[in-house]
């Protein structure tokens, strides 16, 4: 039996710890010279994520959006377009050294830290219905 009160606990503290991971990330960029966006999407293009839609979707944002994010970091000389061959409509995107060298200098992201403690915490089982049931919340 779950006790009165715990959905309304449980939410309360998904915003916090929202809230702390937003906290930290914003830290890091400012600690960096860039944005929080500019943070993400830097781990990401350093990861392999090549592509603005790719892109776009690994970070929940709009491409419109990211386009923004994408110009400012090329205008820095992070990051660079680079039009496909076979499609020129296509881009990809393509860290520079400095850009690869700021991303290498960023401290690893809060969920790489803490990922292995939540799974190793939590059985297969019981982490699939946890996230399932919180991305319900976000659906």
């Known amino acids: 039996m ?4 715990a959905g309304k606990r449980a939410l309360a503290t998904l ?11 914003r830290s ?3 600690d960096h010279q860039l944005t929080a966006p500019q943070v993400r999407a830097l781990r990401l293009l350093a990861d392999g994520c090549a592509s603005p839609v790719a892109l776009a979707k690994s970070m929940g944002l709009r491409p419109s959006t990211i386009t923004g994010i994408v110009d400012r970091l090329e205008r820095d000389g992070l990051l660079r377009r680079e039009r496909v061959e076979a499609d020129r409509r296509k881009v990809t995107l393509v860290l520079t050294q400095d850009g690869l060298e700021r991303a290498r200098a960023l401290p690893p992201s809060v969920a790489s830290e803490l990922g292995p403690s939540l ?5 297969a089982g019981s982490l699939a219905e946890l996230l399932e049931r919180v991305e319900g919340l976000l659906a």
């Not at 779950?2 to 009160?5: A, F, H, L, N």
């Not at 915003?15 to 990330?25: K, N, Q, S, T, W």
């Open 119 to 123: 799974e190793g915490s939590l059985d």
């Open 15 to 25: 915003a916090r710890i929202g809230a702390r991971l937003d906290e930290r990330e």
């Open 28 to 30: 890091v960029a400012r």
């Open 2 to 5: 779950v006790e009165e009160g």
